[in-house]
T-cell receptor, first 111, second 114 residues
Framework: KQEVTQIPAALSVPEGENLVLNCSFT??????LQWFRQDPGKGLTSLLL?????REQTSGRLNASLDKSSGRSTLYIAASQPGDSATYLC??????????FGTGTSLTVIP | GAGVSQTPSNKVTEKGKYVELRCDPI?????LYWYRQSLGQGPEFLIYFQGTGAADDSGLPNDRFFAVRPEGSVSTLKIQRTERGDSAVYLCASSPTGGGGGYTFGSGTRLTVV
């Protein structure tokens, strides 16, 4: 079974800082990896999807990288804003159709 | 529809009762997934539909849980004889096919069993 770990579990930073969220997975035979954002009491919003053949994806202030061989992905958030405060979830998909999720990193950006 | 719609958004039920949770996926999406998220945890897979058939139901915890998708669009997750441990947020997602695309999630149904 694929195990997905996210570090740190919680992070608090002042507004404007650049930050990195980490995701590691045990089985490198993945199909793709997706980063999601979850606001309290809400569903999941897709941020970035990286296919197994890709090394990174960028959207605005977000950049996600994938190193399949080492079983790692990072989500880089530039110039953080209070509105970025949420839980960030990493999900890995193998050849089957289910995603395996980490437990998330809870981010607080302090104004 | 424009997004994945789940109803109800909140459901409180008594222990032992039967509940149905509904998911209306994005129009044209053939793949539909149900996940369950307990407090402080990431979502856990329950079942995956490709069209009308359950292609993978390996995540259903026991035979009290059942899901259908009779016409290949709307899906209903059914829970019999609910237990307090069933309390969680039930999330539905859809994707265009079962292939390499990403998921779009609904806002979830928060089920509380009292």
């Amino acid at each position: 079974k694929q195990e997905v770990t996210q570090i740190p579990a919680a992070l608090s930073v002042p507004e404007g800082e650049n930050l990195v969220l980490n995701c590691s997975f045990t089985d490198s035979a993945i199909y793709n990896l997706q980063w999601f954002r979850q606001d309290p009491g809400k569903g999941l919003t897709s941020l970035l999807l990286i296919q197994s053949s890709q090394r990174e994806q960028t959207s605005g202030r977000l950049n996600a990288s994938l190193d399949k061989s080492s079983g790692r992905s990072t989500l880089y958030i530039a110039a953080s804003q209070p509105g970025d405060s949420a839980t960030y979830l990493c999900a890995v998909r193998r050849a089957g159709n289910q995603f395996y999720f980490g437990t998330g990193t809870s981010l607080t950006v302090i104004p | 529809g424009a997004g994945v719609s789940q109803t109800p958004s909140n459901k409180v039920t008594e222990k032992g009762k039967y509940v149905e949770l509904r998911c209306d996926p994005i129009s044209g999406h053939t793949a539909l997934y149900w996940y369950r998220q307990s407090l402080g945890q990431g979502p856990e897979f329950l079942i995956y539909f490709q069209g009308t058939g359950a292609a993978d139901d390996s995540g259903l915890p026991n035979d009290r849980f059942f899901a259908v998708r009779p016409e290949g669009s709307v899906s209903t997750l059914k829970i019999q004889r609910t237990e307090r441990g069933d309390s969680a947020v039930y999330l539905c997602a859809s994707s265009p096919t079962g292939g390499g695309g990403g998921y779009t999630f609904g806002s979830g149904t928060r089920l509380t069993v009292v």
